[in-house]
């Protein structure tokens, strides 16, 4: 998309950083490489942050107007080839078990109704019209402020990670309702959350998974940005996403966190990456 020019973007001072090697490999030395990727983090998100193509191209595709960069967007989720029936709605709605769910899917744009039925098949305990009414408890509230809040605790709490990302998939239509300008800065937002974040092992994976696997992968499809800054962005991506896989051989609990009732959607957060 030539629309996205970097250079009239406001950017901040400092080196590119230089893109690290990862090893997949399972190996005695992981703890010193998660040690190492931690440091190596802190010391990013300390001060001024180091600016690569990536993020210059994202911080100017955030300085377009909302309507230019919904456009953009949108084009950018057009050109993501899915397996047959696997695309994005079908992973979030075989994500939600539970009404929680249910209800943050539905505030980001989700059907209603397409949500209440797999609620109430799960549960069947009550028709699907009464659960319907129950699915869109959140709708007297602001969806702006719903949306900082969800991205403020994006890193603890599974369903706020969840609608998180849902939001971020939808936001095309989001983008195109009246008055949604805050959309830019919650955006803006979104990006600071991602370099200044640092993962809890004790937190559920699928907040681990939106913020350093999903969003960043997302985000730099829809704006476009030039391969080559994609593919290092998105093996840094890939490689934390392998690394969680991976550690959850030993470790399951943030597999299961909340009685495994953000399994399924952790599994389709990987189904996406991927």
């Not at 690394?243 to 399994?263: F, K, N, V």
Request: with cysteine.
């Amino acid at each position: 998309m030539d629309w996205i020019d970097p250079r009239h973007a406001s950017l901040g001072k400092g080196k590119a950083a230089k893109s690290e090697k990862r090893s997949r490999r399972k190996s005695a030395s992981g703890s010193a490489k998660r040690k190492k990727r931690r440091a190596q983090k802190a010391m990013d998100s300390a001060g001024s942050r180091a600016t690569g193509p990536w993020r210059q191209q994202v911080t100017a595709a955030l300085s377009q107007p909302l309507e230019v960069w919904a456009e953009a967007f949108d084009h950018g989720l057009s050109r993501i080839s899915w397996p047959k029936q696997c695309n994005a709605e079908s992973t979030f709605l075989w994500s939600a078990v539970i009404r929680e769910q249910a209800e943050v899917l539905v505030r980001t744009g989700m059907s209603a109704k397409k949500l209440s039925a797999i609620v109430a098949e799960l549960h069947r305990t009550e028709d699907s019209a009464k659960q319907l009414s129950e699915v869109v408890g959140l709708m007297d509230q602001s969806l702006e402020s719903l949306a900082f809040y969800w991205l403020d605790t994006a890193d603890v709490h599974a369903h706020a990670a969840l609608a998180t990302v849902a939001l971020v998939w939808q936001l095309p239509e989001q983008a195109s309702r009246p008055g949604n300008a805050w959309i830019t800065q919650w955006l803006q937002a979104t990006m600071d959350r991602m370099a200044t974040y640092d993962p809890d092992p004790d937190h559920p994976v699928l907040c681990h998974l939106v913020l350093q696997c999903e969003l960043p992968l997302l985000i730099g499809t829809a704006t476009s940005v030039s391969k080559r800054a994609l593919q290092q962005e998105a093996v840094q991506a890939m490689d934390f996403l392998a690394e969680y896989l991976e550690r959850s051989e030993d470790s399951t609990a943030p597999w299961l966190a909340h009685g495994a009732t953000y399994l399924r959607a952790a599994l389709a957060s990987v189904l996406r990456c991927r």
